[in-house]
């Protein structure tokens, strides 16, 4: 079996720290290096629910796309939620890795792991990573359909494919407008519609999108169609690639590791209610 260090030494090949963005929290939060690591376990979120997952599937490693600390922190005392998380991982020998803005740019990185969710055809990164000679890499993917359809179908596309959450689907735009052009961005999107009008697209899916800057997207002279998933629906697919990922470096060196995936919905949405059409609008309280 590897040591925790050459599985690192691997997942830091594939997703390079210092490709993570400056603000960014990624790397190993807790583990002895020497340890032996047998089985590893991928997840979205470090939360409890996963840590307590990882206790019972007899993981030694956990991988995941999100930080646990993010924006630093003065204790992992046992009483906070994440300090927990770390007395949990410790106490039973499990490491921490995360993935996260370095991922996100990989090639392939989480949005070519929602492209293929989607049965998408990439043909480039939406925002082209400049210190990449082959402009694989970089944030977000352009992508086409391999017959248009309407963005009702797209939608629907996206509510089949993608894990389900109590969110669902929205979508802003006209749902007969046909759609051949797709960029797609796993997690919060809404920073990057310049750079989506100039991909002459005709619809974006991301996640996270927020009332003003959906608003003005819309309002531009071509209006772009917008379909919002769930922030961790659209960076779980990468999960599964991840995973892949490792289990090839596994087979090459011989290390006969076991990965797993977790199912366990973390986001942190848990129940939907439908709108009900008033008789009046004018009937409505102010």
């Known amino acids: 079996m590897p040591r925790l260090s050459e599985v690192i030494a691997a997942l830091d090949a ?19 290096p020497d340890a032996e690591v047998s089985r590893v376990l991928f997840a979205v979120d470090p939360v409890h629910e996963i840590a307590d997952e990882a206790v019972k599937l007899g993981a030694d490693l956990i991988i995941t796309h999100h930080p646990l600390y993010l924006r630093g922190t003065t204790t992992v005392e046992a009483g906070t939620f994440k300090g927990r998380v770390v007395h949990t991982l ?20 989480v949005s070519d792991a929602l492209a293929g969710a989607l049965d998408l055809r990439i043909t480039g990164p939406l925002v082209p990573d400049p210190s990449d000679p082959d402009g694989r890499r970089g944030l977000g993917r352009i992508c086409e359909l391999d017959h248009p359809e309407t963005l009702r179908e797209f939608a629907a596309r996206a509510a089949a494919w993608l894990p389900p959450t109590a969110q669902g689907i929205r979508v802003a735009g006209d749902p007969d407008m046909p759609v051949r052009r797709v960029a797609v961005s ?31 997207a819309r ?13 961790w629906a659209t960076e779980w697919p990468w999960c599964e690639q991840a995973a892949a ?31 009900v059409t008033p008789p009046s609008i004018s009937g409505a309280p102010n």
């Open 90 to 109: 410790i106490k039973n020998d499990i490491a921490l890795h995360v993935a996260h803005t370095n991922a996100d740019t990989a090639d392939p990185g």
């Open 245 to 275: 990922q490792l289990d090839a470096i596994s087979e090459r060196h011989g290390w006969g590791l076991r990965t797993h995936v977790s199912r366990t919905v973390t986001d942190p949405w848990t129940a939907h209610a439908p709108s």
């Open 219 to 231: 309002e531009q002279s071509r209006p772009l169609a917008l379909v919002d998933a769930a922030h």
């Open 186 to 216: 796993g997690g919060s999107g809404d920073s990057l519609f310049e750079q989506v009008r100039a991909a002459g697209v005709d619809v974006f899916l991301t996640a996270d999108l927020r009332h003003h800057p959906v608003s003005e």
């Open 14 to 32: 594939l997703w390079p720290p210092s490709r993570a963005e400056q603000w960014d929290a990624v790397g190993t939060v807790c583990g002895d």
